[in-house]
T-cell receptor, first 117, second 113 residues
Framework: GAGVSQSPSNKVTEKGKDVELRCDPISGHTALYWYRQSLGQGLEFLIYFQGNSAPDKSGLPSDRFSAERTGGSVSTLTIQRTQQEDSAVYLC???????????????FGPGTRLLVL | DAKTTQPNSMESNEEEPVHLPCNHSTISGTDYIHWYRQLPSQGPEYVIHGLTSNVNNRMASLAIAEDRKSSTLILHRATLRDAAVYYCILRDSYGTSGSRLTFGEGTQLTVNP
């Protein structure tokens, strides 16, 4: 079946502009995650949605970052007033979350490559 | 979160077995060991996971030391497509660290033709 999709694949923006990144999770998956990967760095957790629960926003680096998940499906990550240090690959993952979480498999999308000039 | 230590890089020849080590000396009794890999220009993908017993699936095998302080991901016959960064990740079965994956630096595997 269809995997996790993300759009756009690439985004170039000017410093100070707002950007929206979209994630379409696997149908039926209740959990959705956003991570980012800066050049030469590891993957960094940003935010996590699980069903109707309040999202875990503990990984968001600043209040310029926000995300929402509408109807328990599609999610949008918004970065306001972008800075050059926001340049990274933004990855979305979804999973059919199991109680405890320890055996859950996350399925990642291809990512959105953001470049802030 | 308990920490994992992996070599920065490893090399292998095509069609030979590859053993990717991971040390996790502070692992707790409730931590599962997960492996993901990230091919170039792609998102990570799940490889395998286990708790105490060795595990096999179509992609790889996971050998877990008896004291659980280390584990080894085994690719039985490396192919060029296996060239990737391999991440060893511990996940708390009680979810005290949340459901996020905490990625370390991983091991960059190079497969030579």
């Amino acid at each position: 079946g269809a995997g996790v999709s993300q759009s756009p694949s690439n985004k170039v923006t000017e410093k100070g502009k707002d950007v929206e990144l979209r994630c379409d999770p696997i149908s039926g998956h209740t959990a959705l995650y956003w991570y980012r990967q800066s050049l030469g760095q590891g993957l960094e957790f940003l935010i996590y949605f699980q069903g109707n629960s309040a999202p875990d926003k503990s990984g968001l680096p600043s209040d310029r970052f926000s995300a929402e998940r509408t109807g328990g499906s599609v999610s949008t990550l918004t970065i306001q007033r972008t800075q050059q240090e926001d340049s990274a690959v933004y990855l979305c993952a979804s999973s059919l979350w199991l109680a405890g979480g320890h055996q859950e498999t996350q399925y990642f999308g291809p990512g959105t490559r953001l470049l802030v000039l | 979160d308990a920490k994992t230590t992996q070599p920065n890089s490893m090399e292998s020849n095509e069609e030979e077995p590859v053993h990717l080590p991971c040390n996790h000396s502070t692992i707790s009794g409730t931590d599962y060991i997960h492996w993901y890999r990230q091919l170039p220009s792609q998102g990570p993908e799940y490889v395998i996971h286990g708790l105490t017993s060795n595990v096999n699936n179509r992609m790889a095998s996971l050998a877990i030391a008896e004291d659980r302080k280390s584990s080894t991901l085994i690719l039985h016959r490396a192919t060029l497509r296996d060239a990737a960064v391999y991440y060893c990740i511990l996940r708390d079965s009680y979810g005290t660290s949340g459901s996020r994956l905490t990625f370390g630096e991983g091991t960059q595997l190079t497969v030579n033709p």
